[in-house]
Structures are given as C-alpha cells and as structure tokens.
C-alpha cells in the first residue's frame, strides 16, 4: 500500500484548508482511511477517521470544523479543515488500515505527512 498525501501549507486563523490522500493498494481490503497529526514536542493524535461504512470519528477538539470523507472508488479520504487554529498547527499524517488478502491480517499504513502551520 503506497499513500500521497497533499493540500497542507500555511493559513491564517479561521481559515481553511484540504488535505487528501491516495492510497494505491494491491490484494488488500481497506477498512478505514483517516488522518492523525503530531505537533512539535507532541504525541500523534487521531484527527478523524471514516470506515468502510462512510461512517466518521473525530477527536473532540476538531468536531465542528474538520470534516472527513472518503472517495471508496478511488481510494482517496479527505479532510476539510475550517475555522482553522493556532493549535491545529502539526504535521498531519494519512492513515489507511485493512486486511491484506494473502495472509488476513490486518495492518495500517501511513503517508509522509504533510504540514500544516495556522499563523496568527
């Protein structure tokens, strides 16, 4: 499995911006696309998440302003970021998780990361 991720730069407070990340797979069955972010000197912290179902999970401080969504044909989950933070500011990374069909295993995989500075 092989993910791009693109849209992160800079942004003001209450701006917007839109991640996307596609993911090229071969003999697996994705289960769940999302995006975690890490800030300097932090952890990586689920962002939001979408499953196979369409349905979303997002972590209480992006719930309201972030929306996750996923393109099941082409394989790609986005993540439109609105009424953006100073404390949004991390590095986000994509995130796909599934079962590889040769060994029914389940396995996650992440993206580069992409940057994301909200300036004041």
């Known amino acids: 499995v092989q993910l791009q991720a693109s849209g992160g730069g800079l942004v003001q407070t209450r701006g917007s911006l839109r991640l996307a990340c596609a993911a090229t797979?071969?003999?697996?069955?994705?289960?769940?696309m999302g995006w975690y972010r890490q800030a300097p000197s932090g952890q990586r912290e689920l962002v939001a998440k979408?499953?196979?179902?369409?349905?979303?999970d997002y972590a209480d401080a992006v719930k309201g302003r972030f929306t996750v969504s996923r393109d099941g044909a082409a394989n790609t989950v986005y993540l439109q970021m609105n009424s953006l933070k100073q404390e949004d500011t991390a590095v986000y990374y994509c995130?796909?998780?599934?079962?590889?069909?040769?060994?029914?295993?389940?396995?996650?995989?992440w993206g580069q990361g992409t940057q994301v500075t909200v300036s004041s």
């Open positions: 995130n796909v998780g599934g079962v590889a069909l040769a060994t029914a295993r389940y396995r996650e995989y």
């Open positions: 797979t071969s003999a697996f069955h994705i289960v769940s």
């Open positions: 979408i499953d196979r179902g369409g349905n979303p």
